[in-house]
């Protein structure tokens, strides 16, 4: 006589079920803190490009269209505006970053570029803004953007 052998899979048991959760469940301990680390650099990152591509923009406008260009920087949001107050564009970051305070600017046709101080528009000299992340995050990072008397604007 031969004997056959049968396979009879009867499943995982209780134990088993639990080490395999258990190990799912440190290993994702693990990973998250690492992957919000990720996302609030990349956040960083594309705040910083945001700020540069909207003040390009902006010098760029005033020149090809040979008119003052106002932007406000706000600690969410830029906001690019022309003659009588007609809004050109709108952005805001992301949300997990902020800017250190608000910027008003003027782009002039001529290339040059004024600071609002107070209730004055004076000549820029070297301005920096300052792009963090917010508080809501333990880990402080920090991009910035300059923009120097030339109106050259560039990433830090």
Excluded: C, W
């Excluded at 009867?10 to 996302?39: K, M, Q, W």
């Excluded at 920087?73 to 505006?81: E, M």
């Excluded at 004024?114 to 508080?135: C, E, G, M, R, Y």
Aim: hydrophobic share 45%; proline share 3%.
């Amino acid at each position: 006589m031969q004997m056959q052998m049968q396979n009879h899979y009867r499943g995982n048991n209780l134990l088993e079920t639990v080490v395999i959760v258990s190990i799912i469940i440190i290993l994702a301990i693990i990973a998250i803190p690492s992957i919000s680390d990720i996302l609030l650099r990349k956040d960083m990152v594309t705040a910083q490009k945001t700020v540069v591509d909207t003040l390009r923009l902006a010098k760029h406008t005033a020149r090809t269209q040979n008119t003052e260009i106002k932007v406000l920087i706000s600690k969410q949001a830029i906001v690019i505006t022309a003659r009588k107050n007609t809004e050109i564009q709108h952005v805001n970051l992301p949300k997990r970053v902020t800017i250190d305070r608000t910027h008003k600017l003027v782009f002039l046709p001529d290339g040059r570029i004024i600071s609002q101080k107070n209730a004055d528009f004076v000549d820029l000299a070297d301005l920096v803004i300052t792009i963090k992340s917010s508080s809501d995050y333990p880990q402080a990072l920090i991009e910035q953007v300059s923009i120097n008397s030339l109106g050259s604007i560039a990433s830090m």
